[in-house]
């Protein structure tokens, strides 16, 4: 499941990189997740695969409050709080 979100947001990412004009900006706001327990690094990962296809990661900004993981989660693994992030990149 997991490796399914991530390959289908490196297409919607690769997709706004080609029809972006040069310069442009995206904003994207998006929340970190617990999968199966283990918290994931959304924010990071997603920068990275657009810095890879040639954005540039002007900035990442965590919203002063974060969101708690499911009530699935909680039932089995506690509350955690999880960043919820802006991230803006520019193409090239």
Not at 42 to 60: C, M, N, P, T
Not at 62 to 68: A, N, Q, S
Not at 75 to 91: A, F, Q
Request: contains cysteine; proline residues 1%.
């Amino acid at each position: 499941m997991v490796k399914g979100y991530f390959y289908e947001m490196a297409c919607v990412i690769y997709e706004l990189h080609r029809v972006l004009r040069s310069g442009g900006e995206v904003v994207m706001v998006n929340d970190n997740v617990r999968y199966a327990g283990a918290s994931i690094s959304v924010d990071l990962i997603l920068s990275d695969i657009a810095a890879k296809i040639g954005f540039q990661i002007e900035e990442i900004s965590i919203l002063p409050i974060g969101k708690g993981n499911s009530s699935q989660q909680m039932g089995t693994h506690g509350r955690e709080v999880l960043r919820k992030c802006v991230y803006i990149w520019r193409k090239k």
